[in-house]
T-cell receptor, first 111, second 114 residues
Framework: SQQGEEDPQALSIQEGENATMNCSYK?????LQWYRQNSGRGLVHLIL?????REKHSGRLRVTLDTSKKSSSLLITASRAADTASYFC???????????FGSGTKLNVKP | DVKVTQSSRYLVKRTGEKVFLECVQD?????MFWYRQDPGLGLRLIYF???????EKGDIPEGYSVSREKKERFSLILESASTNQTSMYLC?????????????FGPGTRLTVT
């Protein structure tokens, strides 16, 4: 069964606004990653957060992790049309090389 | 830059055909993966390989097999293609977990089985 599940399934915002996506998972994890997928392409790694971290930043991205609630959020600040993509969270398994991917949040940033 | 390439972007095959999907990575990564992606279901792991000639079943291995004869190449084989295998297939690689957990993806192969 899959671990990470993103919410909402789809999000539409205006350029310049912030976008927040959430990921919930079922069992304990060691690492959680976020990936982006542009339409019809492969996934690109954005950021990894470890279970002992609560927040991490990378450019306009901010990721938080709440292990007590088994959830993570990805915040994209000052969004751009180029941020239009699907965003996936990936949670690790007992085998640290393998990750579960959720079904993604489809973000549309309108210019 | 890490590059993961897949043999075809689009492929159309007939039911019952044997189908080979090839994936090559150029970063000497130990781990390689095959996923399929379907709307509403996200990415599901088909097979995983952690070394040459080593493989491990993922979540949905039925109807598929894999081959890893060389470190850089990981092939997915559909023994007898069926219409329910119409999907987007994504290959990925990652280094040993001591270095990084990041997975690098190829551009995907959209397979249609008619």
């Amino acid at each position: 069964s899959q671990q990470g599940e993103e919410d909402p399934q789809a999000l539409s915002i205006q350029e310049g606004e912030n976008a927040t996506m959430n990921c919930s998972y079922k069992t304990s994890i060691n690492n959680l990653q976020w990936y982006r997928q542009n339409s019809g392409r492969g996934l690109v790694h954005l950021i990894l957060i470890r279970s002992n971290e609560r927040e991490k930043h990378s450019g306009r991205l901010r990721v938080t992790l709440d292990t007590s609630k088994k959830s993570s959020s990805l915040l994209i600040t000052a969004s751009r049309a180029a941020d239009t993509a699907s965003y996936f969270c990936a949670t690790d398994r007992y085998n640290f090389n393998k990750f579960y991917f959720g079904s993604g949040t489809k973000l549309n940033v309108k210019p | 830059d890490v590059k993961v390439t897949q043999s075809s972007r689009y492929l159309v095959k007939r039911t019952g055909e044997k189908v080979f999907l090839e994936c090559v990575q150029d970063m000497d990564h130990e781990n390689m993966f095959w996923y399929r992606q379907d709307p509403g279901l996200g990415l599901r792991l088909i097979y995983f390989s952690y070394d040459v000639k080593m493989k491990e079943k993922g979540d949905i291995p039925e109807g598929y097999s894999v081959s890893r004869e060389k470190k850089e190449r990981f092939s997915l084989i559909l023994e007898s293609a069926s219409t329910n295998q119409t999907s987007m297939y994504l290959c990925a690689s990652s280094p040993d977990r001591a270095l990084s957990y990041e997975q690098y993806f190829g551009p995907g192969t959209r397979l249609t089985v008619t």
